[in-house]
């Protein structure tokens, strides 16, 4: 299993890492220096994860990239360059979140505009190294590393913890506090 911490508070990203046998992963999520979202991993968190072999994979949604309604290609490139001046190449990725969001940088419409960004990065120095690197390389050592640790913990005996949500803390439940009050069905 992957640790994704795309969702979690700066505390726990710390604790996270720091306990992890395995590098954990940010799926969707940007450079906190550049955009004040929560969403956004902030710089010492960044220096952690290039300690630990993880990844920040660069999300794509405006309100993640420049705080607003609106970003751009050359958004999105800097927050890239921010997470690869911070971290290092080795550490960045792109997690664009084409599947859940509503808004796209001006240029970055869809994948199609992958070549636009890389061409964008390549005439800001970066090698096409650096761009196989950030397109999937980084992403699939990543994967190599978490399934090392796996397979270490499994010669050592220890095998995966599987704890069931019972059905009686699911099945009927309703957490909307609205209709309770109106007392809809």
């Known amino acids: ?12 990203m710390l604790d996270a890492m720091s306990v992890s046998k395995a590098p954990v992963i940010f799926s969707h999520s940007s450079a906190h220096a550049l955009c004040n979202s ?9 220096k952690l994860l ?8 660069v999300s794509f949604y ?10 751009t290609l050359e958004d999105v490139v800097a927050h890239i360059n921010h997470v690869r001046k911070v971290a290092g190449i080795d550490y960045v990725g792109i ?9 796209t940088p001006t240029g970055l ?18 090698i096409e190294r650096d761009i196989q690197k950030l397109a999937g390389l980084n992403l699939i050592r990543v994967f190599k590393a978490v399934e090392q640790v796996r397979d270490q ?20 439940r309703d957490y909307c506090r609205l209709k309770q009050q109106i007392g809809a069905p």
């Not at 405006?62 to 970003?71: A, L, M, N, R, T």
């Not at 010669?155 to 803390?169: Q, S």
Request: proline letters at 7%; a negative charge.
């Open 1 to 12: 299993m992957m640790v994704d911490l795309s969702h979690v508070s700066v505390p726990t």
């Open 38 to 46: 929560s969403r956004n991993v902030p710089d010492h968190a960044l």
């Open 50 to 57: 290039a300690q630990s072999g993880g990844i920040v994979m």
């Open 62 to 71: 405006p309100h993640f990239i420049s705080c607003g309604e609106k970003s």
């Open 95 to 103: 997690g664009a979140g084409y599947d859940g969001i509503n808004l």
């Open 109 to 126: 419409e869809d994948v199609s505009k992958y070549p636009e960004l890389f061409a964008e990065l390549l005439a800001k120095g970066w």
């Open 153 to 172: 913990m499994a010669a050592e005996g220890m095998e995966p913890l599987e704890e069931e949500i019972p059905n009686e803390d699911i099945i009927g």
